[in-house]
């Protein structure tokens, strides 16, 4: 089955650095759009960032733009997010969807938290 | 950029019928797709609807999704509640390359 696994949640100091990964597996990785969105404790759901299959078009979030990075390696069926800069409003559960399709998310992997405080 | 905006919260009894609306602030609501998650405390997001009105497969068909064009807005019908329903719901859709959610709506069966 699908499977949306992500790690690198934590906590990090405002200004710092974290790195996010999503491992994919149950289906072929490299035809698929990837997207991270993430969601502020108790709040709704943010889009945050999308990369096509082969990662040649990139679309962010104006509240990410110029600080967050989205990769993929498709050898690795992973999708991977930069952070970079980061500000107490950052703080949320990542999580890593596959798509959009048709500009649908799904499914959803279980998402990591990142938190940012000094 | 456009907004998506759904009422805070709805509660209904079980067996009943609800409706959370979901109303776009700009541009037709008929110009992209709709789509609605469904997401329990502690838990990811799931698809219930898609494409406006289209159940994944696992769905039971008491979900249903429409849209009006009327009142620029898309809506979730959930018939015969049951209380595993509880949950907050989000509608989503787009414009060019820039994605929406609404604030998401708690619905509480009781």
């Known amino acids: 089955q699908v499977q949306l696994v992500e790690s690198g949640g934590g906590l990090v100091k405002p200004g710092g650095s974290l790195r996010l990964s999503c491992a994919a597996s149950?289906?072929?990785?490299?035809?698929?759009?990837m997207s991270w969105i993430r969601q502020a404790p108790g709040k709704g759901l943010e889009w945050v960032s999308y990369i096509s299959s082969s990662g040649s078009t990139i679309y962010y979030a104006d509240s990410v733009k110029g600080r967050f990075t989205i990769s993929r390696d498709n050898a690795k069926n992973s999708l991977y997010l930069q952070m970079n800069s980061l500000r107490a409003e950052d703080t949320a559960v990542y999580y890593c969807?596959?798509?959009?399709?048709?500009?649908?998310?799904?499914?959803w992997g279980q998402g990591t938290l990142v938190t940012v405080s000094s | 950029n456009f907004m998506l905006t759904q009422p805070h919260s709805v509660s209904e009894s079980p067996g009943k019928t609800v409706t959370i609306s979901c109303t776009r602030s700009?541009?037709?609501?008929?110009?992209?797709?709709v789509q609605w998650y469904q997401q329990r405390p502690g838990s990811a997001p799931t698809t219930v609807i898609y494409e406006d009105n289209q159940r994944p497969s696992g769905v039971p068909d008491r979900f249903s999704g429409s849209i009006d064009s009327s009142s620029n807005s898309a809506s979730l019908t959930i018939s015969g509640l049951k209380t595993e329903d509880e949950a907050d719901y989000y509608c989503q859709s787009y414009d060019s390359s820039n994605v929406v959610f609404g604030g998401g709506t708690k619905l509480t069966v009781l």
């Open positions: 700009s541009g037709s609501i008929a110009s992209n797709y």
């Open positions: 969807a596959r798509g959009p399709l048709r500009f649908l998310f799904d499914p």
């Open positions: 149950g289906f072929t990785f490299s035809d698929y759009y």
